[in-house]
């Protein structure tokens, strides 16, 4: 089956700028992850998505973050307007089963740099 | 809440030597534990996890972990390192009560493979 996809692989903008990193889950896998690691500090968790809906936005840092999940497939996370501090590496993943219990599959990421 | 500690931003090991990366967790519920490893501009992938069944637990590569609920310990181990287990891993840790989902990762351990 294929992977967790996400693109672009790097991106690189300017300060203001507005962004947008999508992911596409593995077919079938209803939760849908998003996380972050930024300058070398812990991967630390932004949103899950159960289909299309959104079960736990808790991290997600500011609201110039947004994401979508339109008919619960592929997912987009949008920076809008780009500050410094979010360079980092978004990654994300998808289960088929909830709680973890058959672990999560990462892509690749996506490496943000913000100048 | 839940935490994960990982001793040792970096660790160095002799080619053929044991492997050990020392992790420990804090849940307030059973957790399900888990260890991602990540090559060089790669993404995330899991190597092992623990669900509650047996508290060894053998993954790829020929890595395994103890649960060990008395000292709150998942410690990742290898008997022979090899090269191409210089990596960064990451130990992870999710609540299993339903409605939180999110996986809380340490902040990972730099596996550096001396020939």
């Known amino acids: 089956e294929a992977g967790v996809t996400q693109f672009p692989s790097h991106s690189v903008i300017e300060k203001g700028q507005t962004v947008t990193l999508r992911c596409d889950p593995i077919?079938?896998?209803?939760?849908l992850y998003w996380y972050r690691r930024v300058m070398g500090k812990e991967i630390k968790f932004l949103l899950h998505?159960?289909?299309?809906?959104?079960?736990?936005e808790s991290g997600m840092p500011n609201n110039r973050f947004l994401a979508e999940r339109t008919g619960g497939t592929y997912s987009t996370l949008k920076v809008q307007p780009a500050e410094l501090e979010d360079s980092g590496v978004y990654f994300c993943?998808?289960?088929?089963?909830?709680?973890?219990?058959?672990?999560?599959?990462f892509g690749s990421g996506t490496r943000l740099t913000v100048v | 809440a839940q935490s994960v500690t990982q001793l040792g931003s970096h660790v160095s090991v002799s080619e053929g030597a044991l492997v050990l990366l020392r992790c420990n967790y804090s849940?307030?519920?059973?957790?399900?534990l888990f260890w991602y490893v990540q090559y060089p501009n790669q993404g995330l992938q899991l190597l092992l996890k623990y669900t509650s069944a047996a508290t060894l637990v053998k993954g790829i590569n020929g890595f395994e972990a103890e649960f060990k609920k008395s000292e709150t310990s998942f410690h990742l181990t290898k008997p022979s390192a090899h090269m191409s287990d210089a990596a960064e891993y990451f130990c992870a840790v999710s609540e299993t009560n339903f409605g939180n989902e999110k996986l809380t990762f340490g902040t990972g351990t730099r596996l550096t493979i001396i020939p």
């Open positions: 077919s079938g896998h209803d939760n």
């Open positions: 993943a998808s289960s088929q089963y909830g709680r973890g219990r058959g672990g999560y599959t």
């Open positions: 998505f159960v289909k299309e809906s959104k079960q736990d």
């Open positions: 849940s307030s519920v059973p957790p399900y």
